[in-house]
């Protein structure tokens, strides 16, 4: 595998000094000649603004940039413009989300459904994109079982989706198991391993219960053993990222997406231990 099937994703910075500290990060990662560079979007859209910006700094340095769009809160004007700014960037790939109701906002607004905002996307811009949409091999953490949370994946997908970025998980057998069932409802595109590297257990932790992301008891109770030894805890979970990956690439996968939390080290480790 070449690495030109690797890719990272950064979230837009909220300080002159963490625009920095993403340049740098930024641009050792660039050095591993990635596929795209994806950029997140807060909820109802928060970072709207700064997401552009970080967006359009990347491709200023040369590679494709990614830009993550959710729709819940939101109006069909309002995504109507956000991608005619887009398109003026010369940006031509997206992550369609459905995303998260700012804390506070009762209504969804005009889209209900990441399918929803996969269809408009397509009616108003027609193939200038190429859409990633997310999947879920541990389940989403609202579904209602197993069963209807593939069939969301599949209207995704049949709404004109052309590949697909997973939650991060840690156990391989829940990502070749998601995608045997795709397989069998006919979903063909590539469905593409998210990587969360692990920097601090008590982040992870956070960030898996809020998600449904598992983390593995044997790997929880590992991590709550070397306490506040942090280097213990990132070689630890480097090793455990490594061998994932590993597997992953052997079983098929057709990439490998990296949650980077802005940090360059981390995937670094990961990827040399890989030796891709």
Known sequence: MSNSHISFEFFPPQTNEGVEKLTIARAKLAALNPEFFSVTFGAGGSTRDRTLETVTQ???????????????????????????????????????LRGDLPSGMATAGEFQYANELVEFIRTETGDHFHLEVAAYPEFHPQARSARDDILNFKRKIDAGANSAITQYFYNADSYFHF????????????????????????????FSDTCGAEIPRWMRKT???????????????RDVATRLCEKLLAGGAPGLHFYTLNQSAPCIGIIEGLSL
Do not use: W
């Open 58 to 96: 990347i491709k200023a340095e040369g590679f494709d940039a990614a830009p993550h769009l959710s729709c819940v809160g939101s109006t069909r004007e309002n995504i109507r413009a956000i991608l005619k700014t887009y398109q003026d960037a010369g940006i031509h790939r997206i992550v369609a």
């Open 179 to 206: 995608v045997d069932e795709c397989h069998k409802l006919g979903i063909t595109v590539p469905i593409v391993p998210g990587i969360m590297p692990v920097v601090r257990f008590s982040q992870l932790a956070r």
């Open 223 to 237: 991590m709550e053993g070397f306490g506040d030894d942090s280097e213990s805890v990132q070689a630890f979970g």
